[in-house]
């Protein structure tokens, strides 16, 4: 069965541009989230769709936005790229709403931003 | 908001001892992740703990969660070159949507 999948692995853009990343959760899994794993900040919790709804947020500015479609695939927009927005982003999906649901990554989306 | 304190933050082994990595939560633990992450790459799920005094093994490793719910350890046994990588914790919280928060990761090198 295939796991989590994420494109592009790699991104390089320039400040003030728009990138798009995507996501392809494993299938039977509706719930989709998006991390932002900056160096030296950790792992952080970006978004979470469910179902085709935004569910949760973290705390980032609105520029970061994502949509999941019908399929349970998700994008991951981020616009007026700023060099500090370069991280690697992971995606990870799980089972439903219910709480306690294993969530599995994927590999990432390196994002640079020059 | 929940904040999950991993030590040590890196750690040098030599091949065939054993270590133990912590995480530490401010708040009660409602479900706790073990992951294993190599450099630059996605996370790999090892554990999930959800009782308070559970303990789960999966080949070399072993993760407990205290009974107050709010330490968790994983110790590996006999560590192999391969165990190398980055070992982050995960939690929900109560009525947290789901979203995990992480500690910082512990960095963990083995010499063979």
């Known amino acids: 069965e295939a796991g989590v999948t994420q494109s592009p692995t790699h991104l390089i853009k320039t400040r003030g541009q728009q990138a798009t990343l995507r996501c392809s959760p494993i299938?039977?899994?509706?719930?989709v989230y998006w991390y932002q794993q900056a160096l030296g900040l950790g792992l952080q919790f970006l978004l979470w769709?469910?179902?085709?709804?935004?569910?949760n947020r973290g705390n980032f500015p609105p520029r970061f936005s994502g949509r999941q479609f019908p399929n349970y695939s998700s994008e991951l927009n981020v616009n007026a790229l700023e060099l500090e927005d370069s991280a690697l982003y992971l995606c990870?999906?799980?089972?439903?709403?219910?709480?306690?649901?294993?969530?599995?990554f994927g590999p990432g989306t390196r994002l640079t931003v020059l | 908001s929940q904040e999950l304190e991993q030590s040590p933050q890196s750690l040098i082994v030599q091949e065939g001892k054993n270590l133990t990595i912590n995480c530490t939560s401010s708040?009660?633990?409602?479900?706790l992740y073990w992951y294993k992450q190599k450099y630059g790459e996605g996370l790999i799920f090892l554990m999930m703990?959800?009782?308070?005094?559970e303990e789960k093994s999966h080949e070399k490793i072993t993760a407990k969660l205290d009974e107050k719910k709010q330490q968790s350890s994983l110790h590996i046994t006999a560590s192999q070159p391969s165990h190398a990588g980055i070992y982050l914790c995960?939690?929900?919280?109560?009525?947290?949507?789901?979203?995990?928060?992480f500690g910082g990761g512990t960095r963990l090198m083995v010499k063979p």
């Open positions: 703990l959800q009782k308070g005094g």
């Open positions: 995960g939690a929900e919280g109560y009525n947290a949507g789901n979203m995990l928060t």
């Open positions: 769709y469910d179902e085709g709804e935004e569910r």
């Open positions: 990870a999906s799980s089972l439903g709403l219910a709480t306690y649901n294993e969530q599995f």
């Open positions: 299938s039977g899994h509706t719930s």
């Open positions: 708040k009660t633990l409602y479900g």
